[in-house]
């Protein structure tokens, strides 16, 4: 009688892989953790005594879920350290390793509600289009960087001018450098900022030129131009990807050369 060999584990990865690309495990993991979400939201009301020991109890399934579905992913891999590579590997695992510790009714108890507020973080992790929204504004950051210190240096002189003429006026708003810039960015955001235009306008009339231009250079220009660079950056991402997910197909170029030498070769023939 021959004896039944037990799967290898290579066949085991395969199957925790078909079942990690299911389309219902994503759609399942993804309900879970908006359900992970709500109960957070739950827990700010005042609820019945026992509401919240069904919605706790309902907790310990969720984190079991995540134990579970992390560990499918896990065992997908067919080189488990590759799994790790991941920064949203690494993250998700923390998440739900921390959540499994019993700190609820200790002195880290914050802690853990803070570990489940995180928690919803994980639908980034499991829908690809939001890693890929996510990715490419990270790697637009050194661009943006450069734009925000320029609008910080245009605030800083606006504020100076500010405080210069306007402290005079209303010291709540134009006390002091840090006052104004606060007072700036609430101008920038449009929040009320003809009231404070003006309040200004009453000693120093010409003072609309100074907010008009403060805002043209920031509201339209310079947040335009971060508004660019990242969809610039999200664009070239789109494209890697897809040249990714189609190497080694042929181009339309090298389709246009192959029809060019078929043409040349039935000339020569006829």
């Known amino acids: 009688m021959e004896r039944v060999q037990p799967p290898s584990s290579f066949s085991l ?3 925790f892989n078909k079942i990690r690309n299911n389309r219902l495990f994503e759609i399942v993991t993804v309900s879970v953790i908006l359900l992970s979400a709500l109960l957070i939201g739950a827990k700010t009301y005042d609820i019945s005594p026992t509401l ?3 919605i706790v109890w309902l907790d310990y399934s969720i984190t079991l879920f995540f134990l579970v579905e992390i560990s499918i992913r896990f065992f997908a891999e067919d080189n488990k350290w590759h799994f790790f590579k991941s ?3 690494i993250f998700d695992t923390l998440i739900v390793v921390v959540s499994l ?3 609820e009714n200790s002195e880290l108890a914050l802690v853990g509600r803070l570990i489940r507020i995180f928690r919803v973080l994980r639908m980034v992790s499991v829908i690809p289009e939001l890693r890929a929204l996510l990715n490419s504004l990270l790697k637009a950051l050194p ?5 925000a210190l320029l609008m910080f240096i245009i605030v800083y002189i606006y504020a100076a001018v500010g405080t210069t003429f306007f402290a005079s006026v209303n010291p709540t708003l134009w006390g002091d450098i840090t006052v104004s810039m606060l007072t700036l960015f609430r101008v920038m955001t449009f929040e009320d900022w003809t009231d404070v235009m003006y309040e200004t306008m009453a000693d120093y009339p010409i003072s609309w030129a100074f907010y008009l231009s403060f805002i043209f250079l920031n509201a339209f220009a310079f947040l335009n131009m971060l508004i660019g ?7 070239q991402e789109s494209d890697e990807q897809w040249r990714r997910d189609h190497a080694g197909e042929p181009t339309i170029v090298d389709l246009s050369r ?4 078929l043409k040349q070769m039935l000339d020569k023939r006829g």
């Open 87 to 89: 920064g949203w590997n």
């Open 143 to 147: 661009q943006l960087g450069y734009v």
């Open 229 to 235: 660079i990242v969809v610039n950056v999200m664009e």
């Open 13 to 15: 990865a395969r199957v």
């Open 258 to 261: 192959q029809i060019e030498e």
């Open 101 to 103: 510790i019993p700190i």
């Open 52 to 54: 919240l020991t069904a």
